[in-house]
């Protein structure tokens, strides 16, 4: 009974760009949670290995590749722009005629990032 | 009753100066998440800005071993920034993933905590031997 209502009020809800929002906080925090040992690791070769970082470096050349990369950048983008949007919000106090023009920002600011990257890289 | 416990209509319930204890103890666990959370984020907002904008001067400069290592070599204050970085992404990371396991998995509890605090571990250790390698 309770998740019937749940998931109707979820449905509602939905409709809401600050839902959207806390999607792409919570999607785009996993991911770099999961990316951050692979970068680590990646990066801790540099020393011992430096042969191997650059054979790696040179794989992530191909298109395939700098793809995910440029999903990758915007996930971070996306969750600072995301993050400083929800510290404004709990911190600086909540005005319910400026949320979608503070979510219109960072999604834009997230997305602007996110192509000049991939222009340039 | 002697052992701390009071029984009404069958259901053992915790003695009032137990269940404080334990009230207190979540609460207090709470809000240091809550803290550091918070506290993480706004460390994390200024290193992610600086980082973004080294990520397209570092592939805009050349992206081989040689040249990261170099770059990390130019001033003492990179190695101080990444570790600083490094930190706030360990305490951050398990902080933000904790409630997703429980919403989205339904997975919480000890057990739980446990693992998080070891991918916390994980981070720290594997974040400050990355920085340690680019800077050594």
């Known amino acids: 009974m309770r998740t019937t209502t749940a998931r109707r009020n979820d449905f509602r809800a939905r409709g809401h760009a600050a839902y959207w929002a806390f999607v792409v906080h919570r999607v785009s925090g996993i991911a770099l949670a999961l990316f951050l040992p692979v970068h680590f690791f990646v990066l801790s070769q540099a020393l011992a290995r430096p042969a191997a970082l650059d054979r790696f470096l040179n794989w992530t050349q191909q298109p395939a590749v700098k793809v995910s990369e440029t999903l990758l950048v915007l996930a971070l983008a996306a969750h600072l722009a995301g993050g400083v949007r929800l510290l404004l919000v709990e911190f600086v106090g909540w005005r319910a005629e400026w949320q979608k023009s503070a979510l219109a920002i960072a999604a834009a600011l997230a997305c602007g990032y996110a192509l000049l990257f991939a222009l340039v890289a | ?136």
Do not use: K
């Open chain 2, 1 to 136: 009753m002697a052992s701390g416990h009071a029984e009404t209509n069958g259901i053992v319930r915790a003695t009032n100066a137990q269940a404080d204890a334990q009230w207190g103890r979540h609460a207090r666990f709470a809000a240091w998440r809550f803290v550091l959370q918070r506290a993480s984020a706004a460390v994390l907002a200024v290193c992610v800005v600086i980082h973004l904008a080294s990520i397209i001067y570092g592939v805009r400069h050349g992206l081989t071993s040689q040249a990261i290592v170099a770059r990390m070599h130019a001033s003492a204050i990179w190695p101080a920034f990444y570790a600083v970085f490094v930190v706030a992404a360990a305490v951050h990371a398990p902080l933000g993933l904790r409630p997703i396991v429980d919403e989205w998995l339904g997975l919480r509890g000890r057990g739980v905590d446990a693992v998080l605090a070891l991918f916390a571990c994980v981070l720290l250790a594997g974040g400050v031997y990355a920085v340690a390698s680019l800077a050594g």
